[in-house]
């Protein structure tokens, strides 16, 4: 297991992250899985002795018992504390009264709470925003995170499925205040699913943010497990629930190709799918959600395999972005610039 640094600040995180979507079951979310307390002590004894120290959920995931049962499991296994780094997120439907959800100063400081107790924590390592709320000033969210990381119930701050203007303006409000600022962005990224690359990889490079992955097999549909006419095994997740939003005949087409690689490294194709992204030097961390032990063993061994030039050469291509504008514009306009200087 290899460990980078969470954007600019000190803090190591391991480059696969412990999901817990598939915690609980409750309601909606038995779409993703229904693991229980022994069932999630194992996943996370098993993370954790293969080096994994970072784990992320949310108060929505389960209505507060992915919660719970990340915390149970936590204090079962009695996991050193200053090991591990614990994230979760607010944002979400909690209940059905008007300051149930949304990032309002009342309805962040309520959840934090609430998330710390169902944690079983003191401090949360990383506390991000699960969304963009439509209603909310971000100067109003803004404040109340700077406070939480002042108060020492968050050590760090972070968000997830922004624009890219979004988060830029939210930087910007949080430099001209002297506040707490966004360290990490997480978003939807899969070698079938590029458009981060678009603004928000520049951004995040440019702004030195880390990058968490979600749904680095777009849903399972990159597992391999799926014919090309969208047959798949029983129970699994997509047939109940087809998210998040794939090309399919974009997803289909790299599978083709990871097919052959995954059988000459004598690896699964989901590992092939994980490993490409990976390779990316500015993906912080994958974040990898399992139903079962096996699950979870082999999309940690993607962390060992190592892909040829040539290979990420062929999936980079059979994957590459459409061009858009103003991107193909920016491109042609900046080649004078990209040659070699200018000499009589």
Partial sequence: MRYNLLGQTGLYISELCLGTMTFGGNGFWGNMGKLQLNEVSTLVKNSFDSGINFIDTANVYSFGESETLTGLALKKLGLPRDELVIATKSTGVMNDLPNGRGQSRYHIMNEVDASLRRLQLDHIDLYQLHGFDPLTPLEESL?????????????????????????????????????????????????????????????????????????????????????????????ARRLAFDFPIVDKERANKCIEIMRPIAKDHNVSVAQIALAW????????????????????????ASTHVRLSAQELQSLNEISSLPSEYPGWMMDMQGQYRASAPFKE
Avoid: H
């Fill in 143 to 235: 404040c109340t995170l700077n406070d939480l990381v002042r108060s020492g119930k968050v050590r760090y701050i972070g968000l997830c499925n922004m624009a890219s203007w979004q988060i830029m303006k939210a930087l910007a409000i949080s430099d001209k205040r002297g506040w707490a600022r966004f360290e990490s962005v997480q978003a939807y990224y899969t070698i079938a699913g590029r458009d981060i690359e678009r603004e928000i990889i520049p951004l995040a490079r440019d702004q030195k943010l880390g990058t968490m992955i979600w749904s680095p097999l777009a849903g399972g549909l990159l597992s391999g497990k799926y014919s090309s006419d969208g047959k798949a095994p029983e129970g």
């Fill in 277 to 300: 992204l990976l390779s990316k030097p500015e993906v912080s961390t994958v974040i990898i959600g399992a139903k079962s032990s096996e699950q979870l063993k082999d999309n940690i």
